[in-house]
Nanobody, 123 residues
Framework: QVQLVEFGGGLVQAGGSLRLTCAAS????????MAWFRQGPGKEREFVAL????????VYADSVKGRFTISRDNGKSTVYLQMNFLKPEDTAVYYC????????????????WGQGTQVTVSS
């Protein structure tokens, strides 16, 4: 069973950058597609980005395309989310998710989730 821990959130001014990290333990990390989701205050959880098990394929939500970059290091069992040009509307708890099925992870039906890390962007 995969365990996921996110860190790297914090408070940043609009226009700034943060890098989120999701560290996985147990399971064969390179067998899992990974994704980032977020849930803002009073909002439903929404998809942010995903990366295939090999790292060759990535998909982004339109709202973050060109500003966020998802990447992974299978040797370190880690997935990253580099967030640049942050906006106040990016404020949310960010979660990483893992599943062997890329469709499941991309549609929010992943088997494994982290506990989340708070990102707050001030205007």
């Amino acid at each position: 069973q995969v365990q996921l821990v996110e860190f790297g959130g914090g408070l940043v001014q609009a226009g700034g950058s943060l890098r989120l990290t999701c560290a996985a333990s147990r399971g064969t990390f390179s067998s899992y597609s990974m994704a980032w989701f977020r849930q803002g205050p009073g909002k439903e959880r929404e998809f942010v980005a995903l990366i295939s098990d090999s790292g060759e394929s990535t998909v982004y939500a339109d709202s973050v395309k060109g500003r966020f970059t998802i990447s992974r290091d299978n040797g370190k069992s880690t997935v990253y989310l580099q967030m640049n040009f942050l906006k106040p509307e990016d404020t949310a708890v960010y979660y990483c998710a893992a599943d062997r099925d890329i469709i499941s992870v991309g549609t929010g039906r992943a088997n494994y989730w982290g506990q989340g890390t708070q990102v707050t962007v001030s205007s």
